[in-house]
């Protein structure tokens, strides 16, 4: 149980489009969603946490207007890449926390991670 | 305020040889504790967790972590290693103040295991 998937697997875009990418908790209802972000060779940066319908909360220095989230419901984030740059490129890795489905409510679950290639 | 230290960057050993990735941590509040590992271009599984039970966790693949208060340390061990270990592999504490329920990563360590 308590699985997380995100698709697409990987993208390549090209400089100036938008990107979707999709998290999804499929056999439990997530209250919290997190987008991370990790350059090679790196950890994990947190990016933004979200809450099924509320805005989301970004980490400082992170761009809302460039990373979009949508909390859509308990089983569904999407975080948006809008005008995509090179220096976006990066592999993104959402995690859920979850509620009912779940025997403790504290740990994340993370998805595969989403492979971002901006040409 | 909650952080993690892992110690090396990267540890290497040789196949069938014990395995040792230090962490330290600082919490503000009894802490939970998490190991993961990340093979490329995949994401993070997890390990192990301390959640303030025994102090010895055991988890999957031989991987077990001894929770130390004194010391500050949770750090992973196996008696031996195998090939396939050969991953990053990250430290992560949970930040219990927070009501989003924040998770803190270490830098990581890569461990190489040689034939």
């Known amino acids: 149980g308590a699985v997380v998937s995100q698709h697409p697997s990987w993208v390549i875009c090209k400089s100036g489009t938008s990107v979707k990418i999709e998290c999804r908790s499929l056999d439990f209802q997530a209250t919290t969603m997190f987008w991370y972000r990790q350059f090679p060779k790196q950890s994990l940066m947190l990016m933004a946490t979200s809450n099924e319908g509320s805005k989301a909360t970004y980490e400082q220095g992170v761009e809302k207007d460039k990373f979009l989230i949508n909390h859509a419901s308990l089983t569904l984030s999407t975080l948006t890449v809008t005008s995509a740059h090179p220096e976006d490129s990066s592999f993104y890795i959402c995690?859920?926390?979850?509620?009912?489905?779940?025997?403790?409510?504290?740990?994340?679950?993370f998805g595969p991670g989403t492979r971002l290639t901006v040409t | 305020a909650q952080s993690v230290t892992q110690l090396d960057s990267h540890v290497s050993v040789s196949e069938g040889t014990p395995v040792l990735l230090r962490c330290n941590y600082s919490?503000?509040?009894?802490?939970?504790l998490f190991w993961y590992v990340q093979h490329p271009n995949k994401g993070l599984q997890l390990l192990l967790k301390y959640t303030s039970a025994a102090t010895l966790v055991k988890g999957i693949n031989g991987f077990e972590a001894e929770f130390k208060k004194s010391e500050t340390s949770f750090h992973l061990t196996k008696p031996s290693a195998h090939m396939s270990d050969a991953a990053e592999y990250f430290c992560?504490?949970?930040?219990?103040?927070?009501?989003?329920?924040?998770?803190?990563f270490g830098r990581g360590t890569q461990l190489t295991v040689w034939p």
């Open positions: 919490s503000s509040y009894s802490p939970s």
């Open positions: 992560v504490v949970l930040d219990r103040g927070s009501t989003l329920g924040r998770l803190y």
């Open positions: 995690s859920a926390r979850g509620g009912t489905g779940v025997s403790n409510s504290y740990e994340q679950y």
